[in-house]
Every structure is written in C-alpha cells, then in structure tokens.
C-alpha cells in the first residue's frame, strides 16, 4: 500500500503563483511515474503535468509554459511550481502515482488539495 500526502493549495490572485508537493510513502517499488491531475466543479479529471520514470514529461497544453513538474527521487516526492495562475485553474488537485510492485502495476490518489484563483 502506498499513502500520497499533498499539500501547497490554497487561495491566490490571478497571476499569482503557488507550488504543489506530494510525498509518497509505504510499499513503493518502482515508480512508473508521478504526476498531478484537476477537477473543476462539473468537469472530469483531467491531466495537469507528469514525469515518467526515465524523466520524460507531460503537461496539458492549458498549462504549458507556466506550470513546471520536478521530482525528488531521494525523497518520492513531485512538485508542481504553477505560475501566472488564472482563475480557470480552479480545480481540486489530486496527485497520481503509479508503480509496480512485486508482479503487480498499481495506481495510487492522493486526497486532492483545493487551489483557487481569484480575479
């Protein structure tokens, strides 16, 4: 079993900026890889940015250029630096991890931290 705990949400001015971790702990094994996911009220969950184990990286076009993904493989910890922040990045940020463990690939959730911009 794998915890993720996040934290770094909170309320803050359009253009302003915040930054997201998520520390994974327990039975890890090797991380297939790391990332952060939103959902807006009335919307689905959707890819924000991830890391793939290699160091390879993902971001969703609405976020490209102002929000940054890093990892800490020391500590089996992902950031999320989000700068220039717009009120249409409202969502409930929830972190992913996916692994593989013995025989078995697994996905984990973190409980999600709310991040709201205001205008």
């Known amino acids: 079993q794998v915890q993720l705990v996040e934290s770094g949400g909170g309320l803050v001015q359009a253009g302003g900026s915040l930054r997201l971790s998520c520390a994974a702990s327990?039975?890890?094994?090797?991380?297939?890889?790391m990332g952060w996911y939103r959902q807006a009220p009335g919307k689905q969950r959707e890819l924000v940015a991830r890391?793939?184990?290699?160091?390879?990286?993902d971001y969703a076009d609405s976020v490209k250029d102002r929000f940054t993904i890093s990892r800490d493989n020391g500590k089996n910890t992902v950031y999320l630096q989000m700068n220039s922040l717009k009120p249409e990045d409202t969502a409930v940020y929830y972190c992913?991890?996916?692994?593989?463990?013995?025989?078995?690939?697994?996905?984990?959730w973190g409980q999600g931290t709310q991040v709201t911009v205001s205008s």
């Open positions: 992913k991890l996916q692994n593989k463990y013995g025989l078995g690939q697994y996905q984990y």
């Open positions: 890391i793939i184990s290699g160091g390879s990286t």
């Open positions: 327990g039975s890890i094994g090797s991380i297939n890889a």
